[in-house]
Structure formats: structure tokens, C-alpha cells
């Protein structure tokens, strides 16, 4: 199970830390992912962590995002700094394991003045 938390609203150019709490351990998955989506958009890639810790981020993202893991508290995060409207959407973490996707039911975030 995977449950996010920390969104909301936010003025243009601030900043949020999603959060994203595993029920089981996360030290041993090889990706952890944050998507995102927005109204009336396809789901799309934001960032991703690797077991050894490469990051990876969608062009959107990179320079203003940072994906990070807490391995002892099974706990994925998304820092995200100078918020643009366009980031506005429904944020997601996920990641796969034997084929199956696991999803959390994503958190809100609204970049508006």
C-alpha cells in the first residue's frame, strides 16, 4: 500500500514536499517513480529513484524537482520548488514489482495566485 500526502495550494514560484509512505519495505525496489496527472492529461513520468540511488527527472521537472527515499521509513519524497501552474495535477507514486504496478491514490496540487 502506498498513501501520499502533502499536497495543496500554492502561489507560483513556491514550493511543496510530497510524501509517499510504503506499507512494506522499499530498501530493496529497483525504481520508485512520482507521476503526475493533469485535468484532461494523459499521466506522465516526473521523476525517478533508482535502488542505488541515480535519479532521474522528466524535462519538466529537472532543476526544480528533487526525488529522494527514506529507506527506514519506507518513505518515498518529492521535494518540488518554484511551482509553475502547468504542475498543477494529481501526483502519484509508484512502483513495480513481479510485473504488478502499485499505485497510491495520489495527492492534489494546485499552483495558483
Known amino acids: 500500500q502506498l498513501v501520499e500526502s502533502g499536497g495543496g495550494l500554492v502561489q507560483p514560484g513556491g514550493s511543496l514536499r510530497l510524501s509517499c509512505a510504503a506499507s512494506?519495505?522499499?530498501?530493496?525496489?529497483?525504481?520508485m517513480n512520482w507521476y503526475r496527472q493533469a485535468p484532461g492529461k494523459e499521466r506522465e513520468l516526473v521523476a525517478e529513484?533508482?535502488?542505488?540511488?541515480?535519479?532521474n527527472y522528466a524535462d519538466s521537472a529537472r532543476d526544480r524537482f528533487t526525488i529522494s527515499k527514506d529507506n527506514a521509513k519506507n518513505t518515498l519524497y518529492l521535494q518540488m520548488n518554484g511551482l509553475k501552474p502547468e504542475d498543477t495535477a494529481v501526483y502519484y507514486c509508484?512502483?513495480?514489482?513481479?510485473?504488478?504496478?502499485?499505485w497510491g491514490q495520489g495527492t492534489e496540487v494546485t499552483v495558483s495566485s
Open positions: 509508484h512502483f513495480q514489482r513481479m510485473g504488478i504496478n502499485y
Open positions: 512494506g519495505s522499499i530498501a530493496n525496489l529497483n525504481v
Open positions: 529513484i533508482r535502488v542505488g540511488g541515480t535519479t
